[in-house]
């Protein structure tokens, strides 16, 4: 949907950022994953241009980035050229599309490193403008999927489909389960609006390119190999228990996670379509202690925000926690009752400032919708 149209001269599109549930870290091991997305967006606005220019300014840059259509590839840009590139050739290649010049212009308010997705949210917004400028449109999964490549070869991060796909699929009021090997997926209502996701960015700014988050992948693919199995739905715990001394302490806490997060996923969407917030809790808080214990992903501030809100306790209004996103730094979704959340806010920010000196910035969202 967009209010512009190659006939009015203007085109529009945005994407959002996103945050998940639960299913950390298993889009890239053949699981399920219940992202929502954020009010937040990468929002552009774009004009047709003299020459075969396509432009790009943003707000948050010194620099545009300036791509000669005439030459669709690789070419020298600010460093948040390459995701804008990588699309737009992708996009060429994939519709064989011809662009018009064009001058865009963009505003995000998704903060970045925040494990928020906004590289994603910035990918899945260029291509919905590319199909607005041309009328190609792609089907909103292939859209995911061809943002995804972009991420792994313009980006260098072997990310899975998750932000992608959230920041495609995802409907108000809604959480998105999608099935990571069948590419499924179904909107699981989020509607109780007594219910709201607080969000506490820790300011410490996760990196997913320096190779952490590629190891992981790395030692959840070496299980496999080690196991003889083409997926992790041919895996049970029974089998990691057996193959424990073969695999090795630390592969076999990968598994693990990933195994006791699949089961999570799909008890958290029995949990949400029952209203069970007490059972929804119980599963942020296990899902937070695998991805900290067995995955090793969290870090100290965001344990320490987690652990704060489970301190503060369903008296107070929290209904349960977790770190959300690649980790290594970033956010921790936290669910509230709506009466509780002024309160359980400000005691998360005071215990955090107390603790390390500087306050996380935290803000309340609902599930919104995807990109349009
Ligand atoms: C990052 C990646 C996703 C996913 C998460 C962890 O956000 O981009 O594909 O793997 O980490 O769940």
Redesign the pocket.
């Known amino acids: 949907m967009s209010d512009g149209s190659p006939d009015t001269n203007t085109w529009r599109a945005s994407a959002p950022g996103r945050v998940?549930l639960i299913?950390?870290?298993?889009?890239?091991n053949h699981g399920w994953?219940l992202p929502m997305a954020i009010g937040q967006r990468v929002s552009l606005d774009a004009r047709p241009a003299e020459g075969c220019w396509a432009i790009f300014e943003s707000d948050g840059a010194p620099e545009p980035v300036r791509l000669d259509l005439s030459h669709p590839e690789p070419q020298a840009t600010p460093d948040w050229g390459r995701y804008v590139q990588g699309v737009v050739w992708e996009f060429i290649r994939v519709t064989g599309a011809t662009l018009p010049g064009f001058h865009a212009t963009l505003h995000s308010d998704i903060p970045q490193g925040a494990?928020l997705?906004s590289s994603?949210a910035l990918e899945v917004a260029v291509a919905t403008l590319l199909e607005t400028i041309t009328g190609h449109t792609l089907k909103a999964l292939d859209k995911a999927l061809l943002c995804q490549h972009v991420?792994h070869t313009y980006a260098g991060?072997p990310?899975?489909?998750?932000?992608q796909a959230a920041s495609t699929l995802c409907e108000a009021d809604h959480v998105l389960l999608l099935d990571c090997v069948t590419h499924e997926y179904r909107q699981v209502p989020f509607e109780d609006p007594n219910v709201v996701v607080l969000i506490a960015n820790s300011g410490v700014s996760h990196q997913?390119a320096d190779g952490a988050?590629a190891r992981r992948r790395q030692e959840c693919e070496e299980v496999l190999a080690i196991l003889d199995k083409p997926h992790y739905r041919d895996v049970s715990m029974a089998d990691l228990g057996k193959a424990h001394e073969r695999l090795g302490p630390v592969r076999y806490r990968r598994a693990r996670h990933v195994l006791s997060e699949n089961g999570r996923t799909l008890s958290m969407v029995n949990a949400l379509e029952q209203a069970d917030w007490m059972t929804v809790g119980e599963l942020l808080y296990a899902g937070h202690a695998s991805i900290r214990d067995d995955f090793e992903v969290s870090c100290t501030e965001l344990d320490y925000l987690v652990e704060t809100a489970h301190d503060l306790g369903s008296e107070q209004g929290v209904i349960g926690s977790r770190m959300t996103?690649?980790?290594f730094g970033g956010s921790t979704v936290t669910l509230v009752h709506k009466n509780a959340v002024a309160r359980v806010q400000s005691a998360l920010e005071n215990a955090y400032r107390d603790r390390f000196g500087f306050s996380p910035s935290c803000f309340v969202a609902r599930p919104s919708h995807g990109a349009c």
């Open positions: 998940n299913g950390e870290h298993v889009d890239y994953v494990g997705s994603a991420e991060v990310c899975g489909l998750m932000d997913l988050y996103g690649g980790g």
